[in-house]
């Protein structure tokens, strides 16, 4: 069994900075890809950003040059910094992990619980 637990979200005025961590626990032998999903009221579930086992990132245009994805292979950890947060990034997140292996298994994705970012204009 995996588990992703996130943690950072809240309330943040524009312009702000946030930071969401996400950890996966488990029997975990390896993950192909961690990344950070969102999703706003009434709209689908994008990508945010997302990194590979060797490091290569993933952003979406709306939040290039302003958010920064690590990872962190060992611990098995992903992190988003959010900064220049403007009221159009309020969101459910979602941490997700691709191609999980543990033991006796493998995951094609896991997603996390999700934590609420709100910015106010």
């Known amino acids: 069994q995996v588990q992703l637990v996130e943690s950072g979200g809240g309330l943040v005025q524009a312009g702000g900075s946030l930071r969401l961590s996400c950890a996966a626990s488990g029997s975990i032998f390896s993950i192909n890809a961690m990344g950070w999903y969102r999703q706003a009221q009434g709209k689908q579930r994008e990508l945010v950003a997302d990194v590979d086992s060797g490091g290569t990132t993933n952003y979406a245009d709306s939040v290039k040059g302003r958010f920064t994805i690590s990872r962190d292979n060992a611990k098995n950890t992903v992190s988003l910094q959010m900064n220049s947060l403007q009221p159009e990034d309020t969101a459910v997140y979602y941490c997700?992990?691709?191609?999980?292996?543990?033991?006796?298994?493998?995951?094609?994705?896991?997603w996390g619980q999700g934590t609420l970012v709100t910015v106010s204009s």
């Open positions: 997700n992990a691709a191609g999980v292996q543990i033991l006796r298994s493998w995951y094609r994705e896991v």
